[in-house]
């Protein structure tokens, strides 16, 4: 095997995704190499084994469908305020247009998002995979109860929380 055939191979193995046929891999690997054993362990070694690594170690998901449920409750503060108060988060990046934005980025798995220029604190639980959901219901005390169910490659937590604001109105 020359340079010029593992550089043509690596070349191939780059522009392959998993949702391509495999065995066009295998094919390819088997003429410029010339061995089936070593076409399938330089798979492993090249894509199978770092997916699996990466999956099992969180770095690679693949978007799935969330179902939420609980409250957002509107809170009489800025984001700016909360991104200092409660995340010592002093100055704005520079690929953050404002405020809002760095807060929905850096705290919304800790239970805070900006809506409409509103900012809540949200008290979530989690579902498990359906149909898409959004629900809102306005309470007494100001808060929203949500209820959203969603595929997380269509919209995101935001959006989702967005459109169960817009139906509690």
Not at 39 to 44: A, N
Not at 49 to 74: C, D, N, W
Not at 79 to 87: L, P, R
């Amino acid at each position: 095997m020359n340079k010029e055939n593992v550089k043509l191979f690596l070349r191939c193995l780059h522009d392959i995704t998993f949702d391509q046929d495999i065995s066009l891999f295998m094919v390819i690997g088997f003429i410029l190499i010339g061995n089936l054993v070593s076409v399938y362990s330089l798979w492993w070694i090249l894509a199978v084994i770092p997916v699996l690594i990466a999956q099992r170690v969180g770095g690679l998901m693949m978007s799935e469908t969330e179902h939420y449920f609980g409250k957002l409750i509107p809170v009489d503060k800025t984001a700016e305020q909360i991104c200092k108060e409660e995340f010592d988060y002093h100055e704005l990046e520079s690929y953050y247009d404002d405020w809002e934005e760095a807060l929905n980025d850096i705290a919304y798995k800790d239970g805070w998002v900006v809506i409409n220029g509103t900012v809540y604190k949200t008290e979530l639980s989690r579902y498990g995979d359906w149909d898409d959901v959004f629900e809102g219901v306005l309470n007494d005390d100001g808060s929203i109860s949500i209820q959203a169910r969603f595929y997380n490659g269509g919209c995101s937590l935001n959006e989702a929380l967005a459109e169960c604001l817009n139906r509690a109105k």
